[in-house]
DNA sequence: CCCAGAATCTAGCGTTGCTAGAAATCTAGC
DNA sequence: GCTAGATTTCTAGCAACGCTAGATTCTGGG
């Protein structure tokens, strides 16, 4: 089982356009768009042959996009240098891939966190959230607050053009040392 | 059109049936259980009469929900006293009513917010985070992590068991006098 | 009692996610 | 190179969905 068969390859290949197809066209007309049938025809195939990459079905391409967010967040937030960088990453992931986004924290309700059986791109992702706030709850806290604005701003439920201001802020009240007791 | 006509309460009160069956059943099974044809079936009446009530279908149901829940939200906010009781009250309506929670910040697009149209149960539910940090942009970041701990909450992101800590950590973050420049 | 107008229902359209069974294609042995 | 078997792919269709036009039943004023 050591070399691929090119079966195996073209069935890979098809498999991550079928993701790659999802989040574009999430991402340029939302996911009620996204249906099995359009997914069909822009990768060419009939829809049975979708049901036989994602047995799940649509759930299963959406957690296909959020997985692959995760460790495409993941990999941002591990370059970044310091609070300031690790924040600017987080919400300009958010902005700049909303449905991603989406599909990661509010679609589906089976992708398991914070348990023994959480996948790897998952962990990754918290790892320098934790190293930056070298506590647990620390950690957790500056997420949400970061989920809180990239998810509030998403809806368009914070004054526009206050964005710099609100991060601004947040570095500071997050900043090395401020943690309380 | 000082006394309501005999038909327009019932007319009245059959749209609150509508909205409450469509809240209890979001609660009990999901949103996606909620279907036009049960509503109907629940209210008693064919699936058309929903919509003389809710010319938006569907979606109007929901934003209706919606509403309601920040009416509701608002008077737990406003009743709260000092930053613990408002932390509290936030997270405990969350968590007590999870498919509401849901329906007011993560299903409908079209409810406008920090704009000049917002309707007043939405300004209503702010005003208290607003007195509570006396600062517009703390404000919007004190809901922001509210709402990201909620949020994160609702899908098992969080570690379990650590929740009061987590909103002991919040409120000593936010704590008046600590708010950065 | 009748009859206009409003309220309600029946029935159906188009679309969705998903799947069983037919058809086509590829693989392996000779 | 050919054929039998296995695998892949497609055609066709089901049930359920949101929604709506037209028929039908109620209701209240004369």
């Known amino acids: 089982m050591k070399a691929p068969t090119k079966a195996q390859l073209a069935r890979a290949g098809r498999r991550d356009r079928i993701v790659a197809a999802a989040r574009e066209i999430a991402e ?3 996911w009620p768009a996204v249906t099995v049938r359009r997914l069909a025809d822009t990768i ?3 829809q049975p042959v979708l049901y036989g ?3 799940d079905g649509r759930d299963g391409i959406i957690r296909a996009v959020a997985l692959d967010g995760f460790g495409r967040l993941a ?3 591990t370059a970044a240098d310091g609070l300031g960088e690790l924040c600017a990453a987080y919400l300009d992931f958010a902005r700049a891939a909303p449905a991603t986004y989406e599909a990661m924290f509010s679609m589906p309700t089976d992708l398991e966190f914070a348990r023994p059986t959480t996948p790897e791109q998952l962990r990754a992702g918290f ?4 190293a930056a706030m070298g506590d647990e709850t620390g950690a957790e806290i500056l997420w949400s607050a970061l989920h809180g604005l990239a998810d509030l701003s998403r809806h368009d439920r914070l004054r526009p053009g206050h964005a710099a201001a609100r991060v601004d802020m947040l570095i500071g009240l997050f900043r090395p040392g401020r943690l309380p007791s």
Chains 1, 2 share one sequence.
């Open 53 to 55: 990459h994602f047995p």
């Open 75 to 77: 990999e941002l937030l």
């Open 127 to 130: 790892a320098p959230l934790l």
């Open 44 to 46: 060419g195939f009939s």
């Open 28 to 30: 340029v007309d939302g």
